[in-house]
């Protein structure tokens, strides 16, 4: 069947991590991790009807399939893997805790959109209540992303989930999908929770308490669209002209972006498809029992065992049902979270391009230019804390997020995996 086929791949797919173990720590070091002794599969090319070229990527770079990178300390329990790293940064114990229910329709002349209640928890001195209660819709979100990559450019903030969805996937504003997108709202607004910077920014605390009106009128505080205008020719600029040499350490954190693009958008499309074709089986076996107690009435010398055929497809149904109910709940959106997580990555790295284009451009500037040479070297240097400020903050949130990720996937992957042994035991009783 190839239903099962995933797990195996997850553990030789071999993505990319860039720990500590390698030589090149930036690009070659795992993904998954684990203990030394682990008995890894050598990885194969899976055998699907297509895609066979894409899939090939799994078997050629042997170095990006060790799984080194954890401690042997780390909790091997698949349920207790999620977010065990703890960071020298990072708070003991939790003090804000974030949920998003209650999705409402709102329909008007003009549009249609769902909001979200937003329920906010805290013991921080800061907020003015412990406990908080609004309503937000997509659009806020997207502004709260917004300010958050405008006050720190290169801090990975966590991908929101795609405004619009793929086509013939599922209808717009269907409950699935209502109920898709406020996990996921509820994951990006946890993440930033517990992420050491972020958590403390004034845009989400004002995103988590104001009201409508509130958020409405904080909005608006802003820039004008002029400026934001300038500012975008501006970083529009600076990234055609690109950065003269950009950093070693940064030159292979971008190649392991690349790598870790690649694969993870490839393991998507995999589980996805495996997903789809499961569920057709899933259709068609729901079908396949009736048949046999149909077939019964006609048959007395074979009706019990017949009906005995029907009754084993139908607990084999259901614990289908089961494994797929776990495959599009805990793997699917994990591994395109973080397809999704890539592509803020490019555009982490795409700011800090900039930031180091801007001081590149004034020290040209510097070289040819006799007149103004005191004001361009005030500039340059209040830049050059600037590239060290945003160096410093990218390196120090890439291992935060590095760990994270580890946990993330492996904990995925090893549920899965446990879950589809305990699916195949149940089809054979």
Same mark, same amino acid.
């Given at each position: 069947?190839?239903?099962?086929?995933?797990?195996?791949?997850?553990?030789?797919?071999?993505?990319?991590?860039?720990?500590?173990?390698?030589?090149?720590?930036?690009?070659?070091?795992?993904?998954?991790?684990?203990?030394?002794?682990?008995?890894?599969?050598?990885?194969?090319?899976?055998?699907?009807?297509?895609?066979?070229?894409?899939?090939?990527?799994?078997?050629?770079?042997?170095?990006?399939?060790?799984?080194?990178?954890?401690?042997?300390?780390?909790?091997?329990?698949?349920?207790?893997?999620?977010?065990?790293?703890?960071?020298?940064?990072?708070?003991?114990?939790?003090?804000?805790?974030?949920?998003?229910?209650?999705? #409402?329709?709102?329909?008007?002349?003009?549009?249609?959109?769902?909001?979200?209640?937003?329920?906010?928890?805290?013991? *921080? =001195?800061?907020?003015?209540?412990?406990?908080?209660?609004?309503?937000?819709?997509?659009?806020?979100?997207?502004?709260?992303?917004?300010?958050?990559?405008?006050?720190?450019?290169?801090?990975?903030?966590?991908?929101?989930?795609?405004?619009?969805?793929? &086509?013939?996937?599922?209808?717009?504003?269907?409950?699935?999908?209502?109920?898709? *997108?406020?996990?996921?709202?509820?994951?990006?607004?946890? *993440?930033?929770?517990?992420?050491?910077?972020?958590?403390?920014?004034?845009?989400?605390?004002?995103?988590?308490?104001?009201?409508?009106? #509130?958020?409405?009128?904080?909005?608006?505080?802003?820039?004008?669209?002029?400026?934001?205008?300038?500012?975008?020719?501006?970083?529009?600029?600076?990234?055609?002209?690109?950065?003269?040499?950009?950093?070693?350490?940064?030159?292979?954190?971008?190649?392991?972006?690349?790598?870790?693009?690649? &694969?993870?958008?490839?393991?998507?499309?995999?589980?996805?498809?495996?997903?789809?074709?499961?569920?057709?089986?899933?259709?068609?076996? *729901?079908?396949?029992?009736?048949?046999?107690?149909?077939?019964?009435?006609?048959?007395?010398?074979?009706?019990?065992?017949?009906?005995?055929?029907?009754?084993?497809?139908?607990? +084999? +149904? &259901?614990?289908?049902?089961?494994?797929?109910? =776990?495959?599009?709940?805990?793997?699917?959106?994990?591994?395109?979270?973080?397809?999704?997580?890539?592509?803020?990555?490019?555009?982490?790295?795409?700011?800090?391009?900039?930031?180091?284009?801007?001081?590149?451009?004034?020290?040209?500037?510097?070289?040819?230019?006799?007149?103004?040479?005191?004001?361009?070297?005030?500039?340059? =240097?209040?830049?050059?804390?600037?590239?060290? +400020?945003?160096?410093?903050?990218?390196?120090?949130?890439? #291992?935060?997020?590095?760990?994270?990720?580890?946990?993330?996937?492996?904990?995925?992957?090893?549920?899965?995996?446990?879950?589809?042994?305990?699916?195949?035991?149940?089809?054979?009783?």
């Amino acid at each position: 069947m190839e239903g099962d086929r995933l797990a195996s791949q997850a553990r030789s797919s071999g993505l990319p991590a860039g720990g500590a173990t390698g030589e090149n720590p930036g690009v070659d070091a795992p993904l998954l991790g684990g203990s030394g002794s682990s008995a890894l599969l050598q990885a194969e090319v899976l055998d699907l009807d297509e895609d066979e070229d894409d899939l090939e990527v799994f078997s050629k770079d042997a170095s990006l399939m060790d799984m080194n990178s954890f401690s042997p300390m780390m909790p091997t329990s698949p349920l207790s893997m999620i977010n065990q790293v703890k960071f020298e940064d990072e708070p003991d114990l939790k003090d804000l805790f974030i949920t998003v229910d209650e999705p #409402e329709s709102h329909v008007t002349t003009i549009e249609t959109f769902i909001t979200y209640r937003i329920i906010t928890k805290t013991s *921080r =001195g800061e907020f003015d209540s412990s406990e908080f209660e609004v309503r937000r819709r997509y659009q806020d979100f997207l502004w709260l992303k917004g300010k958050l990559e405008e006050a720190h450019p290169t801090l990975i903030i966590p991908p929101l989930p795609e405004k619009f969805i793929v &086509k013939g996937m599922v209808e717009r504003f269907n409950d699935d999908f209502i109920e898709t *997108r406020r996990k996921a709202l509820q994951k990006f607004l946890n *993440r930033i929770a517990d992420h050491p910077t972020l958590t403390f920014n004034e845009d989400f605390k004002v995103f988590l308490t104001a009201q409508a009106w #509130e958020l409405s009128s904080h909005k608006k505080q802003g820039p004008g669209l002029l400026s934001r205008m300038g500012q975008t020719v501006r970083a529009v600029a600076l990234s055609m002209r690109g950065v003269k040499s950009r950093p070693e350490e940064f030159m292979e954190m971008n190649n392991f972006i690349e790598i870790f693009s690649q &694969k993870i958008n490839l393991i998507d499309k995999i589980s996805q498809r495996i997903y789809k074709e499961e569920r057709e089986y899933s259709d068609e076996m *729901r079908e396949y029992g009736p048949i046999h107690i149909l077939w019964s009435a006609s048959e007395e010398d074979l009706a019990d065992t017949l009906k005995g055929v029907a009754s084993c497809i139908d607990k +084999c +149904c &259901k614990a289908t049902e089961k494994r797929m109910s =776990g495959l599009s709940e805990a793997l699917l959106p994990v591994v395109h979270e973080y397809v999704l997580y890539s592509e803020m990555l490019m555009g982490v790295m795409k700011r800090r391009d900039q930031i180091q284009a801007e001081l590149d451009s004034k020290v040209e500037a510097l070289t040819y230019k006799k007149a103004d040479t005191d004001l361009l070297t005030e500039e340059i =240097g209040k830049l050059e804390d600037k590239v060290e +400020c945003a160096n410093n903050a990218l390196k120090a949130d890439w #291992e935060r997020w590095k760990h994270n990720m580890q946990n993330d996937i492996k904990s995925a992957f090893t549920d899965m995996a446990e879950e589809n042994i305990h699916y195949y035991e149940q089809i054979l009783s």
